[in-house]
């Protein structure tokens, strides 16, 4: 009878591939420069592997603009932190490179924030905001009060502008400021004395108002005694005249107002006709 011949066991797939790597030389570590940025590292290493993004891409099944943004560090077209770091340590163990020392780099020159530094603190709802000083307060109402005052006096200082011509009196007319139309000294003062309180306004040849308020009994206004000016009252009767300080008679009748009264034609009573005063 025929004996079996024995024949040598086939190796399996796992055996052959086995054997095949024990046989492929293991590639060299890639030679880079520790001057170098990250970005350069990769494409470096890549380059002395040999290999393009579009194999690297298809080794580790990262899409190939990715690898291409981890090269140029452009943080703006990596999809996040989290997925950036992931691919930058698949494609660092691809190429051979220390996967925590590139990582490191990275994130230092591209300012991605690490998940080791030290986050912000957040307060407790417990403790307490911190106080003031005391001094702050102060120094607030001492703010307040000088913009009070500040107002005060420009508010004074507006109404002057109005009072500079009205000058209290108890025994007659007094001297008050008199609008000066040309640069002549006047030779003709007109005088307006309040008998009673009363309501006055003095008007120009244009027709501005200089004057219009109410004046206390005893008050003197001095117009410009120039042509074309003239006095308004509500009570004709609550003001009396004078001319070089020579009283003029009353503005107008007693409980009548008065509209328009022209200034330059005001006369002293020695020099007025006897008649009664225009209202």
Aim: hydrophobic share 40%; glycine share 8%.
């Amino acid at each position: 009878m025929l004996q079996p011949v024995p024949t040598d066991p086939q190796p399996t797939g796992d055996q052959v591939d086995a054997r095949a790597q024990r046989q492929t030389p293991a590639a060299p570590t890639p030679v880079l420069d520790n001057a170098w940025r990250a970005g350069r590292k990769l494409s470096e290493a890549r380059r002395q592997r040999g290999w393009s993004l579009d194999e690297v891409a298809d080794r580790i099944r990262v899409r190939r603009e990715f690898l291409e943004a981890l090269e140029e560090m452009n943080v703006k077209l990596l999809p996040g932190k989290a997925y950036a770091l992931a691919f930058l340590r698949s494609y660092a163990r691809e190429l051979g490179i220390e996967e925590k020392a590139i990582v490191d780099q990275f994130q230092d020159e591209c300012a991605l924030t690490r998940d080791d530094e030290p986050k912000p603190a957040i307060r407790s709802p417990t403790s307490k905001p911190r106080q003031r000083p005391p001094w702050a307060a102060a120094a607030a109402l001492v703010l307040i009060a000088a913009g009070f005052v500040g107002w005060r006096a420009l508010d004074s200082q507006l109404r002057s502008e109005d009072e500079q011509q009205v000058a209290a009196s108890s025994g007659g007319p007094s001297i008050g400021t008199t609008p000066v139309s040309t640069g002549e000294a006047p030779t003709r003062v007109v005088e307006i004395r309040a008998v009673t309180d009363g309501w006055l306004e003095a008007r120009g040849p244009d027709g501005t108002v200089f004057l219009s308020r109410n004046l206390r009994a005893g008050d003197v206004y001095r117009p410009d005694p120039s042509a074309g000016w003239t006095l308004h009252a509500r009570d004709g009767g609550a003001f009396e005249m004078y001319v070089n300080g020579v009283s003029a008679g009353l503005m107008g009748t007693a409980g009548m107002p008065v509209l328009g009264r022209s200034i330059d034609e005001i006369q002293p009573l020695t020099q007025a006709q006897a008649a009664s005063p225009r209202s």
